[in-house]
């Protein structure tokens, strides 16, 4: 019950914090972006296991559990991933979990316009769709059966035949491990979706479920983790912010139905 009404609580904040944003506040009533010190990490608990490859954890910035990152890391090797993407029919969360019941992980993936149209790139099966992103962002992407995030720059897709799957977000957060976006002034809090990798080759899928951290506070912080990781974009926020996690029992519904999600599943499943 107790963990019932801290949800409902929190689900009041992230509205109010929403309001406030659809008010086009000043910039000087936004708030100020600072740099993220390595010692402000709050201890968090060890990663847990939810089976071979798949693991998971909470992480509490400055101690803020509003501003709190559900991190899940995968091992490629144990793990596929899937894009799915489905041009104007957006579903909920229990929606795609329906559709694809046999997955260990969903969440959302690109950004997408009115008609629920992905923006930039999206490839799905082998199958691309959308223009990608030439200057802005970051993409991840499965070649050859290998994940990876890269900057979004022509050259990554000259070959985009070769692309099985793909979800291009923006901005790139983290590249080479380190602090990849700034930004002068303001920065919105939110609700956050992210993909990266580490340095030893684990997708990590991580979620901002209630007010989140504005994205240069978020790029800055990402370096200063144990998470060792080497790259990670941003995908889309807000109130397309969705996943499933059936081994942990953990589900943040989005506020809105989205068209594309990423979805994770166990080897053994081919």
């Known amino acids: 019950m107790g963990r019932r ?7 009041l904040l992230l509205l109010a ?15 100020t972006l600072t740099a993220w010190p390595e010692s402000t990490e709050t201890p968090a608990p060890d990663w847990l296991d939810l089976a071979d490859g798949l693991q998971w954890r909470k992480l509490l910035p400055k101690g803020d559990e509003l501003a709190q990152l559900i991190v899940i890391r995968i091992n490629p090797q144990k793990y596929r991933f899937r894009a799915i993407y489905q041009p104007g029919q957006p579903l909920s969360l229990s929606g ?3 559709l694809e019941a046999d997955a260990s992980v969903i969440v959302n993936a690109n950004f997408f316009d009115a008609n629920n149209r992905a923006l930039g790139l999206a490839v799905s099966d082998g199958t691309p ?6 200057k802005r962002g970051g ?5 050859n059966g290998e994940p990876t995030v890269v900057a979004s720059r022509s050259e990554s897709f000259q070959s985009i035949e070769e692309i099985e799957q793909a979800a291009q ?3 790139l957060l983290v590249k080479r491990g380190a602090q990849a976006y700034f930004a002068g002034t303001g920065g919105q809090r939110t609700r956050r979706t992210l993909i990266g990798i580490d340095k030893q080759g684990n997708v990590l899928i991580m979620v901002a479920p209630f007010l989140g951290l504005s994205l240069a506070d ?5 370096p200063s983790t144990d998470l060792a990781i080497d790259a990670a974009v941003n995908l889309d926020g807000g109130g397309s912010t ?12 989005s506020l809105d139905p989205v068209p594309m999600i990423l979805a994770v599943y166990p080897r053994a499943s081919e």
């Open 5 to 11: 009404v801290l949800l409902l609580r929190l689900s």
């Open 17 to 31: 914090a929403s309001v406030s944003s659809a008010c086009n506040l000043p910039a000087d009533l936004l708030p």
């Open 96 to 98: 795609w979990r329906a």
């Open 129 to 134: 769709h959308g223009s990608a992103y030439q």
């Open 139 to 143: 993409t991840f992407l499965i070649r």
């Open 169 to 171: 977000g923006f901005p």
């Open 218 to 222: 978020l790029s800055a912080y990402l």
């Open 242 to 253: 969705m996943i499933a996690l059936p081994g942990a029992d953990y589900y943040q519904p």
